[in-house]
């Protein structure tokens, strides 16, 4: 079978536009046209797109993924360490995802127990907190 870029989506799971995109950003090379006929992909490039979707699924970035393709297999230190920083950042985010949560459930709670009014105590609460954080309070 000839890998056109139509049988490398289908493969890959991915979509023709996707592989135009990857190709535009450096993350996958174009094979060259030949003068007549359509380009074919190595079959390589379907594992290629599989392991740029499944580290997006991973939580890295596209850059980092260019980077992780760079460094290849025989860099493993390099790959753990980028690895780390992003499960570091993961964590982060996650922490601060919990704490955002935890003001949100708050917020509702206190709008669950205010007294029925022409106001509403969320927005009133959220109108004061901004005005603290402008005034430095």
Do not use: W
């Not at 594992?47 to 025989?74: C, M, P, V, Y």
Request: glycine share 6%.
């Amino acid at each position: 079978m000839k890998l056109t870029i139509g049988n490398l989506a289908k493969q890959a799971e991915v979509t023709v536009e996707t592989i135009r995109y990857y190709q535009r950003i450096g993350l996958l090379d174009e094979p060259e046209k030949p003068d007549s006929g359509y380009r074919c992909y190595p079959l390589d490039s379907i594992e290629k797109i599989r392991f740029i979707k499944r580290a997006q699924q991973s939580g890295f970035t596209l850059k980092e993924i260019t980077e992780l393709i760079a460094l290849n297999s025989g860099h493993c230190d390099d790959v753990r360490k980028i690895a780390e920083q992003k499960l570091v950042r993961i964590n982060q985010q996650i922490n601060a995802l919990i704490m955002l949560r935890n003001e949100l459930d708050q917020l509702v709670k206190g709008c669950q127990r205010g007294v029925s009014t022409n106001r509403c105590s969320l927005i009133d609460t959220l109108a004061s907190a901004e005005s603290d954080s402008k005034t430095g309070k």
